[in-house]
């Protein structure tokens, strides 16, 4: 089996390379897109383990990309753990369907530690 796909999506270039690089080097396979709606299509063609949305983006947000994802059958219950930099936006994350929200600025070990968590979980479920 090779290593867990995860999607990231976020509109900042910086975000993108610095956490793509990082979970790449955490053992990840990392697909990269700068919108929610490459997020959206990207997730639905072929289905990651985890994704991961900025909930500020152009276009449709992450928000509602998450909401998207959730309802298409392949990714439905396909793991997703939202960052924002609005500390209030935790009940939203949730009632769009994320299983959690991690508040920017975050640092590289605490995102690993989140998403090493959601593999875990996942784990103890099968």
């Known amino acids: 089996m090779g290593r ?16 793509s690089r990082f ?23 072929d289905p ?5 949305l900025d909930i500020m983006m152009p276009g449709i947000d992450g928000l509602e990309a998450c909401r998207q994802i959730r309802a298409h059958a ?14 209030d936006e935790a009940q939203a994350a949730q009632d769009a369907g994320a299983d959690g929200l991690l508040p920017k600025p975050f640092t590289l070990p605490t995102l690993a530690e ?6 875990a ?3 103890i479920g099968t």
Do not use: K, N, W
């Open 48 to 52: 990651p383990d985890l994704v991961i």
């Open 74 to 87: 392949a990714t439905a219950d396909t793991p997703i753990l939202m960052f924002s930099a609005l500390s």
């Open 114 to 119: 989140a998403v090493h968590t959601f593999f």
């Open 121 to 123: 979980q996942r784990e």
């Open 23 to 45: 979970l790449d080097l955490e053992g990840y396979e990392m697909a990269i897109v700068a919108d929610g709606e490459a997020a959206v299509a990207a997730a639905t063609t």
């Open 4 to 19: 867990p796909r995860i999607l990231l999506a976020d509109d900042d270039p910086r975000v993108l390379q610095v956490v």
